[in-house]
């Protein structure tokens, strides 16, 4: 991806922010793990109110321990020396974020991206199913990612959902996403999810748009917000 690099490195850089060393991005990983695994249980447990209580007080104590020393924004990685960074704490793909299921994108060797997981139930909707605002969440970063992939990166313009039926959760998932055409500071990328079965779940399109200055043409990318910075 090297003839996209500037281009990302405009959209997306984040300038202000300390890049954390692999010690710790290795340890807060399995942090994050961990506490994913507390909100599973979380979310099923049937224990008494007594007890509830009881680890809820855990828990308090446990955050107030993470508070004593607080990061004023979420942790970026550096990918190499030329300002691209990977965002560790995106919802949908970080590792050191506990709300993301996490999903890992690649590339592929037709220029797409593609990610295979499972949600839990945390994530459920309908009963059985996983929620269409999270279906929706997962799409959207993989058609960013298969905009980036293809060398124009940009923030999500339009995002339009076709749920053709519903995603069941607690069992293996694929989605892929592909730029069909790039037009100006304008990229257009479609994306699936399917179910065990190969059966599309849920189609997506998406519109990205380059920031006025991402091109190099002498604007800045202050603009854009760091939450979209790349994954890595
Ligand atoms: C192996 C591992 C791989 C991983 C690799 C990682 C890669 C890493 C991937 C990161 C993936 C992140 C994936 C999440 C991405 C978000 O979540 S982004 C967050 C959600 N989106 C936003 O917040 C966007 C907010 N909106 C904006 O910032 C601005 O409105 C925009 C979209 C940048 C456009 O602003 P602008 O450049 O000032 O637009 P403007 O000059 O007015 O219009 C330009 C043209 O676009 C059109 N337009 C503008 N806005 C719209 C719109 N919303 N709808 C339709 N048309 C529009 C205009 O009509 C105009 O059209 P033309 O007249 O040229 O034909």
Redesign the pocket.
């Known amino acids: 991806m090297s003839g996209t690099d500037a281009v990302m490195r405009r959209v997306?850089a984040v300038r202000e922010r300390e890049a954390m060393d692999a010690a710790t991005e290795a340890a807060l990983a399995g942090l994050a793990a961990r506490v994913r695994e507390l909100t599973e249980a979380v979310v099923h447990t049937a224990v008494d109110p007594a007890e509830a209580a009881a680890v809820a007080a855990e828990v308090a104590a446990l955050a107030a321990r993470l508070n004593a020393a607080r990061r004023a924004e979420p942790p970026i990685a550096r990918i190499g020396g030329n300002g691209l960074v990977r965002q560790l704490a995106n919802p949908v793909s970080g590792a050191l974020n506990p709300v993301a299921p996490p999903v890992e994108?690649?590339?592929t060797p037709d220029g797409g991206?593609r990610t295979a997981f499972t949600l839990n139930g945390v994530y459920e909707g309908p009963p059985s199913f996983v929620h269409g605002g999270v279906s929706a969440m997962v799409l959207?970063?993989l058609?960013?990612?298969a905009a980036?992939?293809n060398g124009t990166?940009?923030?999500?313009?339009?995002l339009e959902l076709r749920y053709r039926r519903p995603t069941p959760w607690g069992v293996p998932l694929t989605a892929t996403a592909k730029v069909s055409r790039a037009e100006?500071?304008?990229t257009w990328a479609d994306a699936v999810i399917a179910g065990p079965d190969g059966r599309t779940t849920v189609e997506a399109t998406a519109?990205f748009?380059m920031?006025?200055g991402a091109h190099g043409d002498g604007g800045s990318s202050g603009?854009v917000?760091d939450g979209?910075?790349?994954?890595?």
Do not use: H, N, S, Y
């Open positions: 997306f994108i690649e590339f991206v959207d970063q058609l960013g990612a980036a992939a990166p940009g923030m999500t313009a339009t100006g500071r304008k519109m748009i920031p006025v603009d917000a979209d910075a790349p994954r890595g």
